[in-house]
């Protein structure tokens, strides 16, 4: 493995400042429904997506984030990768969680955060699609997000959240909730953030616990030199960012655009194709 991409830690695990995103490998793409399935047929077997873990691993980055018990093809192909390279990939496990406030609710969740553990997950993260039914913002609280950090504690995993909502990393320090990390959207379009991406910004930066940005290239919309050098120029050393690719080859793309920012270098990339090449604008 190369020399260690810059790391931080949550939890008291260390974990490298980026993170490999899934939804690129899930067929979760933000774009369109032809896209969807082109990525799904690409990568309906984890022989495809191997490759791409390994050339993560490569340059220091071992932790993937997905809600494994979704996507089979990725939690197979982690494991894969991990028997290959001989080393551990660090799970950060999204699950879906079922939050009604009913008993057979609260089984269903336990049940949940259970199946993370078993698929070896170190963090368990609630989707923000569950955490987001549960918030007051009249009060200014997450309802019952203490039950399910606890049954996560009680499952052997580390708690936190998923955030579309910026104001629930507000009401996490805020109320004091027993997590170790956030997850927030953070990308440089203001692509499905609820406010300004200023804003954003201020609420990571007065963040109590280190917070893992996702979306940074705002689902393909901007190119990742454009958004990762955003990323990386506006968050603390303590935060990190999410980045999906489709194959190892944009994986070896934003290690060195990454390394380049936060090495503050021009990045050494292969030139894009043209139809001319030769144009003066694009350089030497």
């Known amino acids: 493995m190369k020399d260690l991409f810059p790391?931080?830690?949550a939890g008291g695990v260390s974990l490298p400042r980026m993170l490999i995103g899934t939804n690129w490998l899930a067929g979760w793409t933000h774009r369109s429904a032809a896209a969807d399935h082109r990525v799904r047929h690409h990568h309906r077997a984890p022989d495809s997506i191997v490759p791409l873990l390994e050339t993560f691993v490569r340059g220091g980055v071992d932790?993937?984030?997905?809600p494994f018990g979704r996507v089979p093809a990725v939690t197979n192909a982690v494991r894969e990768a991990e028997q290959r390279l001989g080393v551990p990939i660090i799970r950060i496990d999204t699950p879906v969680v079922n939050v009604d406030d009913t008993a057979e609710g609260r089984r269903?969740?336990?049940?949940?955060?259970?199946?993370?553990?078993?698929?070896?997950?170190?963090?368990?993260?609630?989707?923000?699609?569950s955490t987001e039914q549960l918030v007051n913002k009249n009060k200014g609280v997450i309802d019952r997000l203490d039950d399910y950090t606890a049954m996560i504690r009680e499952a052997g995993?580390?708690?936190?959240?998923?955030?579309?909502?910026?104001?629930?990393?507000?009401?996490?320090d805020q109320?004091?909730?027993?997590?170790?990390?956030?997850v927030q959207i953070y990308n440089c379009m203001g692509f499905l953030m609820q406010v300004e991406a200023e804003a954003v910004a201020g609420i990571i930066h007065s963040a109590k616990k280190p917070v893992m940005?996702?979306?940074?290239?705002?689902?393909?919309?901007?190119?990742?030199?454009?958004g990762l050098n955003f990323s990386w120029a506006t968050l603390r050393d303590c935060d990190m960012v999410t980045v999906g690719c489709f194959d190892e080859r944009e994986a070896e793309e934003v290690l060195?655009?990454?390394?380049?920012?936060?090495?503050?270098?021009?990045?050494?990339?292969?030139?894009?194709?043209s139809p001319n090449p030769g144009q003066a604008a694009f350089g030497e």
Do not use: W
């Open 213 to 226: 940005t996702i979306k940074p290239m705002a689902a393909g919309r901007v190119t990742p030199f454009v």
């Open 7 to 9: 790391r931080t830690a």
């Open 157 to 172: 995993l580390l708690p936190g959240v998923t955030a579309h909502m910026p104001e629930i990393v507000v009401y996490c």
């Open 256 to 273: 060195e655009i990454s390394r380049a920012a936060l090495e503050r270098r021009h990045p050494d990339l292969e030139r894009r194709q």
């Open 63 to 66: 932790a993937v984030m997905a």
């Open 175 to 182: 109320n004091g909730y027993d997590v170790e990390t956030y």
């Open 108 to 129: 269903e969740a336990a049940a949940t955060f259970r199946e993370s553990r078993e698929l070896g997950a170190a963090f368990c993260l609630i989707h923000h699609s």
